[in-house]
């Protein structure tokens, strides 16, 4: 029997992510067996036994997977010229067409990271990325204002996960306004004085 080149397994097992990802996303984890994968991937039991021996084995190597795409993605924001352009290109994955899905996927497991300390593991490591990515990002703006980077990252992020949230159960929900709304208020804010935050310009 030829042997499977190392492109071929890396191919086939995505195949088999993406498959796990729509039909998570679709009816949660509980209710997803591993022949609801098989079909979904249009693949035998056999075949996906061959590269993850149980559910938890595709959730733990899906969490990884969208670990390393967020950084990806936080990877190719830094290459923007200003610091809004690089947020807006870091927050572009939800003008795409499968952001819901994506947002539904997040959202389920988000939830079951709270009794896994597997996938709880992976998401701390995921968020701190998020939150550094996003100072990074958000230092000029937060310069300008004299707040802490960290902590305006920590604003943003809650917004783009109340966004994703929000999207998640409510797919058809355009979220794009909200976040205009935030960019906005970084390009107009004026710097906060010693009595605290400044007011909105007239």
Known sequence: MPKISEARKSERKRQ???????RFARQGFAETTILDICREAGLSPG???TYFDSKEAIIAAMAELGAQQSAARMDAARSGLDP?????????????PEAAQVNQYDLRIWAEAIGNAGLRSIYLRSRA??????????????????VDPGLLAELIAAVAIGSEVRKAIEPEADVLPVLGVLFALLASGRPTTDDGPAQADA
């Open 16 to 22: 088999i992510l993406l498959a796990s990802a729509r």
């Open 47 to 49: 075949a996906v036994y």
């Open 84 to 96: 809004l352009t690089r947020l807006r290109m870091f927050l572009s994955e939800f003008s795409r």
């Open 129 to 146: 990325q998020l939150i550094e990515a996003l100072g990074d990002i958000a230092q000029p703006l937060a310069a300008r204002r004299g």
